[in-house]
């Protein structure tokens, strides 16, 4: 694969966007318990003798979908997806005041996931990971790089502060003023020119559940807002879910508030160790951030942003699969 390419979609002498693969269920699926007893939920789908491939889901804190299991040919790959510490179907939920999250981390993380190769009997696998599943997947790959095939990443963010600075303490807002104003305006005067970050990190864990309920929901707002562009004005459906939004925003404002536990730019400083294995980066021509490391393909998807929920940057996911599958 040459360095550094960037191409558009449609220029691989492929025709047309790509369909979905049909719903899949999953085969195989459990819970596998980590430090201090908590249970993580993973899944297997496909083939059980195809190519190992792994999901790291976005967020943190969302957690896997059915849409992740469409992404791949159900003969040629074999799936395995997760939710990461507190979200989805992993055990304590993070949406339970009681779980203070204070093993929920990057470094934990990144044991989990070996852990579970080791648990599936999996020599190498892979990787594929968007917006913080993208971090996750470098954080992982720069880690245990013989245990990575190739990585398809999208959204791709490195866990710069600069990158965490632009998108929640008020970088972004120059796109997103409105929306902005209305996450800033939620929070108490005390705390209207502070860290929104910290602020809201304080609501999300008060002892008075209307007072976490508010945060979430404004907090899931501009989450809403800030994945998509144009941006929305609507809440997105995921966040209608009082459970999910709580769970999503207490595990956001955690991670950023220590910069995910990774060093200022320590994932572009390790980047050389990712020369050895292939990958594909699909971007949108409006998502604000840049490549992990030169060696690999960039995929520019112009009038998109953040989320894959726009059909041309979801097919260029699925080809990059279907490319990989023949590997």
């Known amino acids: ?154 959204g791709v963010t490195t866990g710069r502060r600069s990158e965490f600075d632009w998108l929640f303490r008020g970088g972004v807002a120059a796109f997103f003023p409105e929306q902005w104003d209305l996450l800033r305006a939620a929070l108490p005067a005390a705390d209207q020119d502070g860290d929104t970050v910290d602020a809201y990190h304080r609501l999300l864990n008060d002892p008075d559940s209307a007072v976490r309920r508010r945060a979430a929901e404004a907090w899931c707002m501009w989450e809403s807002a800030t994945s998509e562009w144009p941006p929305t004005t609507e809440l997105a459906e995921r966040f209608t879910y009082p459970a999910f939004a709580m769970a999503y925003a207490r595990i956001v404002t955690h991670y950023v508030g220590h910069n995910a536990w990774l060093e200022d730019g320590s994932l572009l400083a390790g980047a050389a160790s990712l020369n050895a294995i292939p990958g594909i980066m699909v971007n949108g021509r409006f998502d604000f951030h840049h490549r992990a490391w030169p060696q690999a393909e960039l995929v520019i998807v112009d009038n998109a942003g953040h989320a894959p929920s726009g059909p041309a940057l979801t097919h260029e996911l699925i080809r990059a699969g279907d490319r990989f599958s023949r590997y």
């Open 1 to 154: 694969m040459s360095s550094g390419n960037v191409i558009r979609p449609g220029t691989r002498g492929e025709s047309g966007n790509r369909d979905l693969y049909p719903p899949i269920e999953p085969y195989e699926h459990g819970t596998l318990e980590v430090e201090d007893g908590e249970l993580i939920y993973w899944e297997t789908t496909g083939n059980p003798r195809g190519k190992p491939a792994l999901v790291l889901h976005g967020g943190p804190g969302s957690g896997c979908v059915p849409w992740h299991r469409r992404l791949f040919d159900p003969s040629a790959f074999r799936l395995v997806l997760f939710d990461q510490r507190g979200c989805g179907r992993s055990k304590p939920h993070a949406s339970e005041p009681d779980n203070r999250l204070t093993n929920n981390n990057t470094p934990s993380l990144i044991a989990d996931i070996e852990l579970l190769r080791q648990h599936l009997d999996v020599e190498k696998w892979l990787v594929w990971g968007g917006s913080w599943g993208s971090t996750l997947a470098l954080a992982y790959a720069e880690s245990y790089p013989t245990r990575v095939n190739e990585m398809i990443l999208w």
